[in-house]
């Protein structure tokens, strides 16, 4: 149980265009979804948290405007980059935590999505 | 929200026991301690979580002194797959503030 998936799983762009990633939670609903950034040899970094039916909370220096997310559904969130450019090229991944609530809740990890942008 | 402190890497041959400590000194007593295992290029997988003691599953075992401020990770005769990055987050039991990654600590499993 508790899977997350990510599609796509790698995309190129040219700079300039925008990138749709969507994260599903496949066997739970996900009250809360998380998008993070992953640079080469860094740690994970979050960006935005986004709760099903509500505006995404931004960390700060995250663009909200570049970094469009949507939770429509409490297993879907969408994380559209726009207008990309080559510094965006990164690894982007989602996690979810469970609607059920319980005693040891925690976050489970999409697979991610490797973004190049030429 | 708490932060850790983890070593940045470390070394071990296959077949012994690896133990990883985190220090999470601002531990607040709402917070689980979750540690994570990620491969390049793939999402975190969770390995671990407790509160208190000693929590022990199939993989791993996570030791947790009284006063909670450290744990430790303890991953039985480590084999190469278990070469990866371990991150251990402090957070409340929903999750919902489980998400400050520090450095992590890379271990590398040699034959």
């Known amino acids: 149980g508790a899977v997350v998936s990510q599609h796509p799983s790698r995309v190129i762009c040219k700079s300039g265009t925008s990138v749709k990633i969507e994260c599903r939670s496949l066997?739970?609903?996900?009250?809360?979804m998380f998008w993070y950034r992953q640079f080469p040899k860094k740690s994970l970094m979050l960006m935005a948290t986004?709760?099903?039916?509500?505006?995404?909370?931004?960390e700060q220096g995250v663009e909200k405007d570049k970094f469009l997310i949507n939770h429509a559904s409490l297993t879907l969130s969408t994380l559209t980059v726009t207008s990309a450019h080559p510094e965006d090229s990164s690894f982007y991944i989602c996690?979810?935590?469970?609607?059920?609530?319980?005693?040891?809740?925690?976050?489970?990890f999409g697979p991610g999505t490797r973004l190049t942008v030429l | 929200l708490a932060k850790t402190t983890q070593p940045i890497s470390m070394d071990s041959y296959e077949g012994q026991e690896v133990n990883i400590t985190c220090s999470h000194n601002?531990?607040?007593?709402?917070?689980?301690i979750t540690w994570y295992q990620q491969f390049p290029s793939q999402g975190p997988r969770f390995i671990i979580q407790?509160?208190?003691t000693k929590v022990t599953n199939e993989v791993a075992s996570l030791f947790i002194p009284a006063d909670r401020k450290s744990s430790t990770l303890s991953l039985p005769r480590v084999s190469l797959s278990d070469t990866a990055v371990y991150y251990c987050?402090?957070?409340?039991?929903?999750?919902?503030?489980?998400?400050?990654f520090g450095t992590g600590t890379r271990l590398t499993v040699i034959p």
């Open positions: 996690s979810a935590i469970g609607a059920g609530g319980g005693s040891t809740d925690t976050q489970y």
């Open positions: 066997d739970f609903q996900a009250t809360t």
């Open positions: 986004s709760n099903e039916g509500s505006k995404a909370t931004y």
């Open positions: 601002n531990i607040a007593t709402n917070d689980y």
């Open positions: 407790g509160y208190k």
């Open positions: 987050l402090v957070g409340d039991q929903t999750g919902a503030n489980n998400l400050f």
